[in-house]
């Protein structure tokens, strides 16, 4: 136990300790095979076989095959015993996983068999589980197990999302810290006070629910719990599912269909039309996984007016629509090119944040005040520094620019252990800064010496034909498979060991990776299926120097080696 002096025991006490272990283990397994044997195995439903499965049971309340055989025999019993005596077993029931409970509160099995004993029993009292569920909560706050009973209990109650609302408010004005109130209110809060017309909760109530934790972070500015229901608060509220772009690639004979958020496509629910006339199409995910924000298809070849529409001069109308359970979406494309495409926004301005309303940004900015008050009092406080860079990001101000990149840095010293965390988190800031100021109709992109450790959000450059990620810290390059238009990518002087995502470009004509961490020649096997690369640039690699070198590359098919000296 924790403050307590640990009590050295002698070998004699040590071996006598062990002598008792096993003679209580023998006899635990002695009577479990017994009861196996004899009672389950032939079905002996009767109060006998539940008194000795009690006794099991309070020594291990875990032993889920004993609460299920309970059930069997209070099934059975149900059919030959009269109504009071089943009300009689059930309170046993009860009694016992209660005794369980205290044995081990955290016991899935007897949470479990508790409210099946409950609605077993045919005058169940809830409201005295609810009493039981405070009880428990009262000794321990962080009972995942019994807040999941209570909200079992609470439906059978009726007691309304207010209520609990309330509930929780009592809980964190008893303790902040009571970092399972705070989850629990983060679940209720949009239920009890939804907004629809903003998808959010209602404004005034998130004033006062800010209210609340200032009160709780100046008191324990190092309380992870209110920070968490803090960025909770701060969240950006769930967007409709939109297809963002639809775009017609004739070259390759392709549809590709981006999406606001990863979904699960079939030829069921997103269909294609062409001149207002279904298409039949197979789509595939760009990433690989069932769900995906970025679909292909190809149109098939033999029919003659698909055909036409893609080779020929006319102008041709595409369009996708998708739809599941209560959502739906759609978008259509004038195919006048090689690459025709259509944006759902004409702006990417404001991708990655919400627009607030002016109230909303003055509660933002009082926020931002009251952290950096905070700040100033608790500097080395990573909750503080972490949250005062949230509420700049959500501002979106460019005078935030630099004190963002500032408290960033801060970060990574005063919270070391997470400092590829912030490095990540620090990326990530840049690709969105740089995604939203970028035309949505460009075909270049330079990302070059912005001290990426990570990359994110590439499934917004499905249309990047050029991409410059030279001289930063990259390790791995897989979201470069959403790239289906690029035909060049610089990636010197990173610190690159694979090309896990280099695969499948098959429009990629130049590569350099100069001055990374190729050691293993088998790396450039990913580069078979890049059909059309001609130019590879590998000088300054561990790999070079390998004796197959010059062999693979050969037998990669490549056309021309650019390091000094041609195959």
Same mark, same amino acid.
């Given at each position: 136990?924790?403050?307590?002096?640990?009590?050295?025991?002698?070998?004699?006490?040590?071996?006598?300790?062990?002598?008792?272990?096993?003679?209580?283990?023998?006899?635990?397994?002695?009577?479990?095979?017994?009861?196996?044997?004899?009672?389950?195995?032939?079905?002996?439903?009767?109060?006998?076989?539940?008194?000795?499965?009690?006794?099991?049971?309070?020594?291990?309340?875990?032993?889920?095959?004993?609460?299920?055989?309970?059930?069997?025999?209070?099934?059975?019993?149900?059919?030959?015993?009269?109504?009071?005596?089943?009300?009689?077993?059930?309170?046993?029931?009860?009694?016992?996983?209660?005794?369980?409970?205290?044995?081990?509160?955290?016991?899935?099995?007897?949470?479990?068999?508790?409210?099946?004993?409950?609605?077993?029993?045919?005058?169940?009292?809830?409201?005295?589980?609810?009493?039981?569920?405070?009880?428990?909560?009262?000794?321990?706050?962080?009972?995942?197990?019994?807040?999941?009973?209570?909200?079992?209990?609470?439906?059978?109650?009726?007691?309304?999302?207010?209520?609990?609302?309330?509930?929780?408010?009592?809980?964190?004005?008893?303790?902040?810290?009571?970092?399972?109130?705070?989850?629990?209110?983060?679940?209720?809060?949009?239920?009890?006070?939804?907004?629809?017309?903003?998808?959010?909760?209602?404004?005034?109530?998130?004033?006062?629910?800010?209210?609340?934790?200032?009160?709780?972070?100046?008191?324990?500015?190092?309380?992870?719990?209110?920070?968490?229901?803090?960025?909770?608060?701060?969240?950006?509220?769930?967007?409709?599912?939109?297809?963002?772009?639809?775009?017609?690639?004739?070259?390759?004979?392709?549809?590709?269909?981006?999406?606001?958020?990863?979904?699960?496509?079939?030829?069921?629910?997103?269909?294609?039309?062409?001149?207002?006339?279904?298409?039949?199409?197979?789509?595939?995910?760009?990433?690989?996984?069932?769900?995906?924000?970025?679909?292909?298809?190809?149109?098939?070849?033999?029919?003659?007016?698909?055909?036409?529409?893609?080779?020929?001069?006319?102008?041709?109308?595409?369009?996708?629509?998708?739809?599941?359970?209560?959502?739906?979406?759609?978008?259509?494309?004038?195919?006048?090119?090689?690459?025709?495409?259509?944006?759902?926004?004409?702006?990417?301005?404001?991708?990655?944040?919400?627009?607030?309303?002016?109230?909303?940004?003055?509660?933002?900015?009082?926020?931002?005040?009251?952290?950096?008050?905070?700040?100033?009092?608790?500097?080395?406080?990573?909750?503080?520094?972490?949250?005062?860079?949230?509420?700049?990001?959500?501002?979106?101000?460019?005078?935030?620019?630099?004190? &963002? $990149? @500032?408290?960033? /840095?801060? +970060?990574? %010293?005063?919270?070391?252990?997470?400092?590829?965390?912030? #490095?990540? *988190?620090? =990326?990530?800031?840049? &690709? $969105? @800064?740089?995604? /939203?100021? +970028?035309? %949505?109709?460009?075909?270049?992109?330079?990302?070059?010496? #912005?001290? *990426?450790? =990570?990359?994110?959000?590439?499934?917004?450059?499905?249309?990047?034909?050029?991409?410059?990620?030279?001289?930063?810290?990259?390790?791995?390059?897989?979201?470069?498979?959403?790239?289906?238009?690029?035909?060049?990518?610089?990636?010197?002087?990173?610190?690159?060991?694979?090309?896990?995502?280099?695969?499948?470009?098959?429009?990629?004509?130049?590569?350099?990776?100069?001055?990374?961490?190729?050691?293993?020649?088998?790396?450039?096997?990913?580069?078979?299926?890049?059909?059309?690369?001609?130019?590879?640039?590998?000088?300054?690699?561990?790999?070079?120097?390998?004796?197959?070198?010059?062999?693979?590359?050969?037998?990669?098919?490549?056309?021309?080696?650019?390091?000094?000296?041609?195959?």
């Amino acid at each position: 136990m924790h403050g307590r002096l640990k009590v050295r025991t002698s070998e004699e006490q040590a071996e006598a300790k062990r002598r008792e272990q096993q003679e209580k283990l023998k006899i635990y397994s002695e009577i479990t095979v017994t009861f196996f044997i004899l009672n389950r195995d032939a079905k002996e439903f009767d109060e006998e076989a539940l008194e000795l499965t009690a006794r099991i049971l309070e020594k291990n309340p875990d032993f889920y095959t004993l609460w299920n055989y309970r059930r069997e025999i209070l099934q059975f019993l149900k059919n030959e015993k009269a109504e009071e005596e089943i009300k009689r077993l059930s309170l046993i029931e009860l009694d016992l996983t209660q005794n369980c409970l205290k044995v081990n509160p955290k016991s899935y099995s007897a949470w479990h068999h508790r409210f099946w004993a409950m609605e077993f029993n045919p005058e169940g009292d809830w409201k005295r589980e609810l009493k039981l569920c405070n009880f428990f909560l009262s000794q321990d706050e962080r009972n995942f197990h019994c807040w999941d009973y209570r909200r079992l209990v609470c439906k059978k109650c009726n007691v309304s999302c207010e209520e609990e609302l309330d509930y929780s408010t009592t809980l964190i004005e008893k303790n902040f810290s009571n970092y399972s109130a705070w989850h629990y209110r983060s679940t209720l809060l949009p239920i009890v006070h939804y907004d629809a017309s903003k998808n959010s909760v209602k404004e005034d109530v998130l004033l006062k629910e800010f209210h609340l934790i200032q009160n709780a972070a100046f008191t324990d500015p190092d309380d992870q719990s209110v920070w968490f229901y803090h960025r909770w608060l701060l969240g950006r509220r769930k967007m409709p599912l939109q297809i963002l772009n639809l775009s017609v690639l004739k070259p390759q004979n392709t549809i590709v269909v981006l999406f606001s958020e990863p979904v699960q496509v079939d030829n069921e629910n997103l269909h294609v039309t062409l001149n207002e006339k279904s298409v039949p199409v197979s789509w595939h995910p760009i990433n690989g996984s069932l769900a995906s924000t970025v679909w292909t298809c190809n149109l098939p070849a033999s029919m003659q007016e698909v055909e036409n529409s893609l080779q020929g001069d006319r102008n041709f109308e595409i369009g996708v629509k998708f739809s599941i359970g209560k959502e739906e979406c759609c978008l259509s494309s004038t195919i006048n090119g090689n690459t025709s495409f259509v944006w759902k926004n004409m702006s990417r301005a404001e991708t990655f944040r919400s627009d607030f309303s002016a109230a909303t940004i003055d509660v933002l900015k009082r926020e931002l005040e009251s952290c950096q008050q905070l700040n100033e009092l608790e500097p080395d406080c990573k909750w503080t520094l972490f949250t005062c860079v949230l509420l700049m990001r959500a501002l979106n101000n460019p005078k935030f620019q630099r004190e &963002i $990149e @500032d408290f960033m /840095e801060k +970060l990574t %010293v005063v919270d070391a252990s997470r400092k590829n965390y912030y #490095k990540d *988190l620090g =990326s990530k800031f840049t &690709i $969105e @800064d740089t995604i /939203e100021n +970028l035309p %949505v109709d460009a075909t270049e992109l330079n990302l070059s010496n #912005k001290k *990426l450790t =990570s990359l994110c959000h590439f499934d917004q450059l499905i249309l990047i034909e050029k991409i410059n990620l030279s001289q930063n810290n990259l390790t791995s390059i897989n979201p470069l498979k959403y790239l289906i238009c690029v035909k060049s990518i610089n990636l010197d002087d990173n610190q690159l060991f694979s090309l896990e995502g280099i695969e499948e470009l098959k429009n990629l004509e130049q590569l350099s990776l100069k001055r990374n961490s190729l050691k293993k020649i088998n790396v450039l096997d990913g580069l078979k299926t890049c059909v059309n690369l001609k130019e590879l640039f590998l000088e300054g690699n561990p790999l070079t120097e390998d004796p197959q070198y010059l062999q693979t590359l050969q037998m990669l098919s490549m056309l021309k080696l650019i390091d000094g000296s041609d195959l």
